[in-house]
């Protein structure tokens, strides 16, 4: 291990020794030659002969391992050491092997040995015009303002030639136009380009320019490249925006649809981003344009907001604002004319300007009722207007002379008792299509005027009213009309008495403002039958208006009369008698007849006989309607000779009233009978006599009186109707007593008061009150008859 160390440490000493002699004899063998090349010479290309240059044997450079030590890393030289000539190895570029525009030497350190020599070569690379100028980019971008003033100046980038020398960049030139030039500044050995605005340059009219900027290198021939410029001109704010018409004009109807576009404004602005970019605003201070219309601030659309009425505004100026969003903002005005067409979309209004609401029943045809005006709000034949009233009135409408004003005067003559008060309808109808309507109704209340007299329903009245009436009660109410109302219908009555003094009308008392008539005494039928009495009817108003009904009474008989015994009568005045006959006599002999009176008539004066007491009643039998006591069989030897028989005598009233008679009967021989017949006849006869006198002159009485009162009744029912007239028929029948009836008539019913002797067909009603037959309801209303009874 010791000895191979001792001999490395041996082998470096030598190494070190022989190159330190080495060093020192290349100092004194060296030399140094220099070539110059162009770039870009084909390989192989002879640089120059080393080995001549140096003196060197030719033949020993291979001997002598002549070649390069150092130099360039990519070789690129190499000698041949065959001739000794240095030739290129490689393509030479001088812009890769030396940067900058400075000389380029390559520097190569030859060797050669035995003996050693070292020999430095310098190989200068000149230049050759093999690359052109050249942009870092190939398109430029420049964004300038309008509003650059000229003089202003651009630094483009330099164009790069890696040529030196006349090779490099010599000049720039910029492709024509009439706003930029080039300006080369040159700064050591840079030659730098700036843009320079020579001329204002207006965006609107050219907002681009493209241009070529050249740079052009120095050699031959020339090279050159080129820089694409584009010169972007930003906008400014210096054009306002511009309508496309001053004034926009529309026809719009009314109540169109909310939303409907009405128009579209158009302005343009020629400037360029926010400059250009508009928007739209009301100028108009009209705050009904507000409610009205809505405008897009963005297309400017102009839209229906609200409801359009043509009777609100015929016409809208809208005045539209566009501005701009520059810095300050431009802005420009147009006005938009929108025309409202009409249509039919109004009722006509009715408008009462004056109305007076009571109308005189007497005002003459022609009298102003009230001024209506009629108006519509549409226009053209929209707003034309015809009026009319309603039908069967008594009113019109005239035309004023100015147009949609009338009077409502009255066309024929009123009255209030027909009609009181009058609904007015008044329509109004434009003439539209379709056609729109209104009507109002004005109540017009006709006033009265005392224009009508009181009237009774039934004139003349029958009153039938009961005998015997009680003092102070009331026996009729008399009723009268008005048509008239308020004060002119406000009735009072009266009795009208003509002062006579048999007048039984005095007797008579009215309430004035009732009408309610009372007796002031108690009537009697035997007394008096019937009479009649005026009551006056009169309204209380201006003047005062009457008329009169006249009440004809007729006094209902009761049965208040006893039957009045007019044979036998003896001469203290009772009612006794003594009749003889002969023993002889056969069934059947009239014994005598018992004659009576009732003052009552009809059923209350019928008198029927009958048998109240009798000795023997198979002996005698009355006749109970003629009142004749007749024998009922022969007289016997055994029979009484004196035969009491009291006869009862009534009438038929309800309740009944009745006298008796007594009747002695003698039965005598045959020669006294004769002569005491003879005697009674002669007195007898003379009683008859007197009897038959009287009863003349009360039957003559009674007649004159029903006849009398046939005449006034029949007169009055005549006057009136023929079929309501009053008859009175006069029946006086009697044999042996005084018997009548009395039939009143009325129309179709008959009322029958009988006496004592009817016949088998009479007519009657037994039991009646009053021995009266009753009438039907209608025809007691139809024939204004009124009966009263005991119910007064």
């Known amino acids: 291990m010791e000895a191979g160390g001792q001999r490395r440490r041996w082998e470096y000493c030598w190494i070190s020794l022989c190159i330190y002699f080495l060093l020192g004899i290349g100092q004194q063998v060296s030399a140094q030659i220099r070539y110059s ?65 400075g000389v380029c030497m390559v520097n190569l350190k030859t060797v050669i040995e035995n003996p050693l020599e070292i020999h430095y070569i310098e190989v200068e690379i000149t230049d050759i015009n093999d690359h052109s100028p050249s942009f870092a980019e190939n398109e430029f971008q420049l964004r300038i303002s309008e509003y650059t003033l000229p ?20 000049s720039y030139k910029l492709s024509p136009n009439d706003h930029f030039e080039i300006r080369v500044r040159e700064n050591d050995e840079d030659k730098k380009p700036f ?28 090279r050159s490249g080129a820089l694409n410029i584009t010169i972007t001109i930003l906008d400014i704010n210096d054009n306002r925006p511009v309508f496309s018409r001053e004034t926009y004009s529309v026809i719009l109807h009314e109540n169109s649809a909310v939303g409907t576009v009405v128009v579209r404004v158009n302005a343009t602005d020629i ?3 926010p400059n250009s970019e508009i928007e739209y605003s009301f100028a108009t201070l009209n705050g009904k344009v507000h409610e009205v219309f809505e405008l897009d601030q963005v297309t400017g659309e102009i839209r229906i907001k609200g409801r359009v009425d043509f009777e609100e505004s015929e016409v809208y100026k809208l005045d539209i604002q566009a501005s701009d969003k520059g810095h300050p903002p431009l802005s420009a005005n147009c006005r938009v004319v929108i025309k409202i067409i009409d249509v039919n979309d109004n009722r006509p209004e009715i408008e009462i300007t004056s109305l007076s609401k009571n109308i005189p029943e007497d005002s003459k045809p022609g009298t102003v009722i009230s001024l209506i005006s009629v108006t519509d709000k549409d226009a053209g034949i929209n707003g034309k207007v015809m009026c009319q009233l309603n039908k069967n009135i008594p009113f019109e409408l005239k035309p004023s002379f100015k147009d949609n004003m009338y009077s409502l005067v009255t066309k024929d003559r009123l009255d209030r008792e027909t009609s009181s008060h009058y609904d007015i309808t008044i329509t109004a109808s434009d003439l539209g299509q379709p056609s729109l309507t209104a009507s109002t109704t004005i109540n017009v209340q006709i006033s009265d005027v005392n224009d009508n007299a009181p009237g009774f329903l039934i004139n003349p009245l029958n009153l039938y009213l009961m005998e015997n009436n009680a003092a102070g009660s009331v026996i009729i ?5 008005d048509r008239d109302t308020d004060e ?29 008539v009372y007796s002031l005494r108690s009537f009697d039928f035997e007394t008096a039958k019937t009479f009649q009495f005026h009551v006056l009817a009169t309204d209380s108003g201006t003047p005062s208006l009457s008329s009169n009904v006249t009440v004809n009474v007729f006094i209902l008989d009761q049965n208040d009369n006893v039957p009045v015994i007019l044979y036998p009568v003896s001469a203290n005045g009772s009612a006794e008698g003594v009749e003889e006959i002969p023993r002889n006599v056969n069934a059947g002999h009239l014994v005598t007849k018992v004659r009576a009176y009732d003052a009552d008539i009809g059923y209350n004066g019928w008198l029927l006989f009958s048998l109240q007491e009798v000795s023997d009643h198979s002996l005698f039998g009355l006749d109970r309607y003629t009142g004749q006591i007749r024998t009922l069989r022969s007289f016997t030897e055994t029979d009484e000779a004196q035969h009491k028989l009291i006869i009862l005598v009534k009438d038929n009233g309800n309740v009944s009233l009745s006298a008796t008679a007594t009747v002695i009967v003698k039965v005598v021989e045959a020669k006294e009978a ?117 119910s007064f």
């Not at 003379?686 to 009485?701: A, R």
């Open 195 to 222: 843009l320079v605005l020579k001329n204002a340059v207006d965006r609107e009219i050219t907002n681009t320019y493209k241009l070529i900027l050249t740079a052009v290198d120095g050699g031959n021939p020339p």
């Open 477 to 481: 109410s008399v009723r009268a009309f």
């Open 674 to 790: 004769f002569a005491a017949s003879d005697v009674k006849n002669a007195v007898k006869d003379e009683e008859e006599n007197n009897v038959t006198f009287y009863l003349i002159i009360t039957l003559g009485s009674v007649s004159v009186l029903f006849v009398i009162s046939i005449i006034v009744l029949t007169v009055m029912q005549c006057s009136k109707s023929t079929d309501y007239s009053s008859k009175y028929l006069q029946d006086t029948n009697y044999d042996g007593t005084l018997c009548h009836s009395i039939q009143y008539r009325s129309g179709d019913k008959r009322y029958m008061l009988v006496g004592p002797r009817m016949s088998i067909g009479s007519t009657i009603v037994p039991g009646s009150n009053g021995n009266t037959l009753v009438i039907s309801d209608r025809r007691r209303r139809d024939s204004g008859e009124v009966r009263l009874t005991d």
């Open 271 to 273: 400037d360029d981003g």
């Open 37 to 101: 090349i162009p770039e870009e010479v084909k390989e192989g290309t002879a640089v120059g002969n080393i080995a001549k240059d140096l003196g060197l044997e030719v033949s020993s450079l291979v001997v002598r391992q002549f070649r390069i030590v150092s130099g360039s890393k990519e070789e690129l030289f190499q000698i041949n050491q065959e001739n000794g000539v240095l030739y290129v190895h490689k393509k030479i570029d001088r812009e890769s092997l030396c940067a900058g525009s």
């Open 151 to 170: 003089g202003a100046d651009y630094q483009l980038q330099a164009a790069k030639d890696p040529d030196s020398g006349t090779n490099s960049i010599r």
């Open 488 to 516: 002119n219908a406000v009735i009072s009555y009266h009795i009208i008495r003509d002062g006579k003094q048999n007048d039984l009308s005095s007797f008579l008392n009215i309430n004035s403002e009732t009408g309610i």
